[in-house]
């Protein structure tokens, strides 16, 4: 087998994103309130300080796939099919790229992430919940601080 030609973070990021008709915040909410399945996939602690959105269906990412896969034997009962509309969502918009792609890979095509994340979905006045310390800083307006 020959190695796999070398990639930057970026290259797969713009791969997963060229893949995807992502959702600018109120459109991801517009998206929930008819019917999307929005999965909130930060880690415990990334949610204590920044907060949460009350309709999110918490799924960490390193469980993700399996309980979203229709087909698998470790799914929840929200993944009912593969016309299921997912919009991931985590701090920035950066990990629910790779994440939706992935679940799109899976088949469930109408997977999508929200444009900014959590900072960006705060930030539009839409619901949201607790946080302890606020939003966490940012070391780059272009990079993630805190994936997830």
Do not use: K
Request: charged share 25%; aromatic share 4%; with cysteine.
């Amino acid at each position: 087998m020959s190695p796999r030609p070398r990639r930057t973070i970026e290259d797969v990021l713009a791969e997963a994103r060229a893949g995807l008709d992502r959702l600018e915040p109120r459109e991801a909410w517009d998206a929930v309130r008819a019917g999307a399945l929005l999965v909130d996939i930060r880690p415990a602690a990334q949610r204590l300080v920044e907060g949460e959105v009350p309709q999110a269906l918490i799924i960490e990412r390193n469980v993700l796939e399996w309980r979203l896969d229709p087909a698998g034997s470790h799914r929840i009962p929200a993944a009912t099919g593969y016309d299921v509309q997912v919009i991931v969502l985590c701090s920035e918009g950066y990990t629910s790229s790779l994440a939706a792609a992935a679940l799109a890979d899976l088949g469930l095509h109408r997977s999508t992430d929200v444009v900014g994340g959590f900072h960006a979905w705060v930030a539009a006045g839409l619901p949201a919940t607790g946080g302890s310390l606020g939003p966490a800083p940012r070391l780059h307006e272009e990079r993630p601080l805190l994936v997830g």
